[in-house]
């Protein structure tokens, strides 16, 4: 199974800030890459897919780059909505394997 | 609408066995596949299982392989996690998801609230 190494693990920020998750991949994966927001509780939700495309309804806030094995999702401008865990996820190879997680916090 | 809706988490002995169901509405159902994925207390997501459209191709994470087996019935809209010889580390919420083709690769656009398996003595 795929491995993927995502920093870091927690984060402090505060509104308005702009910050920075991002997220390795033992081999090439080109562009199949997907981040989620996870709040406890509830079922998670995607943001971007195939590494930059934001998905339908999600804020231009959030912004996803990379390719190969190198990876990153900005968030700018946090709201107080976006506290939260991140999880990067590799479609490259079945099952498709998450990061760690990153735990967003105030 | 899209609606996931998962079933059959309970509290287990380690050694014994447990049957989730996902069960799908809103959409073609037999035109996606389903993945299972599951997090444990205080841990991450983990992929653990993934069943094709028609059914015909299956794939598990290491740590799952010979223990849990996934279907589906197309006719009832539903897939099913067979779980066998269950551990302490299988303890996790079960979330069903149904897959959907970007450009480059497939990403999960609908989840299930999940299903909590505890496997205790």
């Known amino acids: 199974d795929m491995q993927m190494t995502q920093s870091p693990s927690s984060l402090s920020a505060s509104v308005g800030d702009t910050v920075t998750i991002t997220c390795r991949t033992t081999?090439?994966?080109?562009?199949?890459l997907n981040w989620y927001q996870h709040k406890p509780g509830t079922a998670p939700k995607i943001l971007i897919y195939?590494?930059?495309t934001l998905h339908t309804g999600v804020p231009p806030r959030f912004t996803g780059s990379g390719s190969g094995s190198d990876f990153t999702l900005t968030i700018s401008s946090l709201q107080p909505e976006d506290f939260a865990n991140y999880y990067c996820?590799?479609?490259?190879?079945?099952?498709?394997?998450f990061g760690q997680g990153t735990k967003l916090e105030i | 609408q899209v609606q996931l809706v998962e079933s059959g988490g309970g509290v287990v002995q380690p050694g014994k066995s447990l049957r989730l169901s996902c069960a799908a509405s809103?959409?073609?159902?037999?035109?996606?596949?389903i993945h299972w994925v599951r997090q444990a207390p205080g841990k991450g997501l983990e992929g653990v299982a993934f069943i094709s459209k028609d059914g015909n191709y299956e794939d598990y994470v290491d740590s799952v392989k010979g223990r849990f087996s996934i279907s589906r019935d197309n006719a009832k809209n539903t897939v099913y996690l067979q779980m066998n010889s269950l551990k302490v580390e299988d303890t996790a919420v079960y979330y069903c998801?149904?897959?959907?083709?970007?450009?480059?690769?497939?990403?999960?656009?609908?989840w299930g609230q999940g299903t909590l398996v505890t496997v205790s003595s």
């Open positions: 081999e090439s994966i080109s562009r199949y």
């Open positions: 809103g959409f073609g159902f037999g035109d996606y596949g």
């Open positions: 996820q590799q479609s490259y190879s079945s099952p498709y394997s």
């Open positions: 998801a149904k897959d959907q083709l970007g450009f480059f690769g497939y990403y999960f656009e609908y």
């Open positions: 195939d590494a930059s």
